[in-house]
């Protein structure tokens, strides 16, 4: 099993940058792929951005293309997600999770998931 707890959330102003973390501990880190998930008030849990094992392959959400960077260090048992250019719209409650096998947009294929960090984005 393994347990996860994000930090790094916050109140900033459009077009500042925020930096998630999410620290795992238990089973192997390294052997799950990794994955960020947002869920905004009244509206369904989205994915936003996904890692491999290795953090040799990334997949993100279209719209955080280009402003968000996933990464992780596994000796650190560390899931990372580098918010810049933040808008309104990247408002929600961020949440980390973990995987076997490959990394996935499907959140019904995680198995692990944090509590989640708020993330508020004022205009």
């Known amino acids: 099993q393994v347990q996860l707890v994000e930090s790094g959330g916050g109140l900033v102003q459009a077009g500042d940058s925020l930096r998630l973390s999410c620290a795992a501990s238990?089973?192997?880190?390294?052997?799950?792929?990794m994955g960020w998930f947002r869920q905004a008030p009244g509206k369904e849990r989205e994915f936003v951005a996904g890692?491999?094992?290795?953090?040799?392959?990334?997949i993100y959400l279209d719209s955080v293309k280009g402003r968000f960077t996933i990464s992780r260090d596994n000796a650190k048992n560390r899931l990372y997600l580098q918010m810049n250019s933040l808008s309104p719209e990247d408002t929600g409650v961020y949440y980390c999770?973990?995987?076997?096998?490959?990394?996935?947009?499907?959140?019904?294929?995680?198995?692990?998931w944090g509590q989640g960090t708020q993330v508020t984005v004022s205009s």
């Open positions: 238990g089973r192997a880190f390294s052997h799950y792929a």
């Open positions: 999770a973990a995987k076997s096998d490959l990394t996935s947009r499907e959140g019904r294929e995680y198995e692990y």
């Open positions: 890692t491999s094992w290795s953090g040799g392959l990334k």
